[in-house]
């Protein structure tokens, strides 16, 4: 049996049995996928519970749906949350994209000492994040969007942050010196992960310093140096393997 289409709605279009479909997922249901009134497909609410539907009206500015079954999908653990510092170029478009399909619970974009790019726009910044979470979520067949944003400084983001005793806060750093998967494999049942990613140059020695004082592990992800957006991928597919 084919998969049904899936769609990511607002729990605010949850009407009793009723689901409505907005925006541009109504054109892509009537003009791509041609649905009708009667054909089934599932629709997600972002924060874990998966609706099987059927379409009761059809047409080009709405689609409305009635609820047939609804399931609610276990949301993974460890929950991982992504500190990037902004890279420039269209890098951050590729690291958010990445990041919800290997499973990241948020992505909090960081200005750091070594940040290069001046944020402008930034609400039509967070947009178009926000729209790459959800398409790369409903592709790779998630339960739930990650948060992304907004924009912050390191220092307010590190300050802003609340101990918890399982929370296990990681700093990949060229000049760390714990391996990566002996922290990891030392914390098997620790339920936040926070991974700091510096921007191109990294971070400085000060931002290191800073993250240490509030608990983060200086780690070592190999003998290479990688690329801001190649470190992002690598250490959440690491957190990946030894956890999902």
């Known amino acids: 049996m084919p998969r049904l289409p899936r769609f990511f709605i607002s729990p ?3 009407s009793g049995t009723n689901i409505r479909i907005a925006d541009e997922d109504v ?3 009537v003009n791509v996928l041609r649905m009708k009134a009667g054909d089934e497909l599932l629709l997600c609410d972002g924060q874990g519970t ?3 539907t059927r379409i009761a009206v059809l047409n080009k500015t709405e689609v409305k749906t009635e609820i047939v079954t609804q399931t609610k999908n276990e949301l993974r653990h460890p929950r991982v949350t992504l500190g990037q510092g902004l890279p420039k170029s269209d890098k951050m478009d590729f690291i958010v994209q990445k990041a919800t399909e290997l499973g990241v619970a948020a992505v909090v974009p960081l200005i750091t000492e070594r940040t290069i790019v001046k944020v402008k726009d930034e609400e039509k910044r967070l947009a178009r994040w926000r729209k790459i979470a959800r398409e790369a979520a409903m592709q790779s067949n998630r339960p ?3 948060l992304i ?3 912050v400084s390191f220092r307010d983001f590190i300050a802003s942050l609340v101990p918890r005793s399982r929370t296990l806060s990681l700093l990949p750093w060229e000049e760390g010196t714990e391996l990566i998967k002996n922290v990891l494999r030392q914390n098997p049942d620790i339920e936040d992960i926070m991974v700091l990613i510096g ?3 990294g971070f400085s020695i000060k931002e290191a310093e800073l993250a240490k ?3 983060f592990h200086a780690v070592n992800l190999g003998p290479t140096i990688l690329r801001t957006e190649t470190a992002a991928v690598a250490v959440l597919s690491m957190i990946g393997y030894e956890f999902f």
Do not use: N
């Open 144 to 146: 739930d969007i990650p």
């Open 149 to 151: 944003g907004p924009v």
């Open 27 to 29: 054109r892509h249901v």
């Open 213 to 215: 004082t509030r608990g």
């Open 199 to 201: 921007p191109e140059g």
């Open 12 to 14: 605010d279009h949850i």
């Open 50 to 52: 998966e609706y099987r």
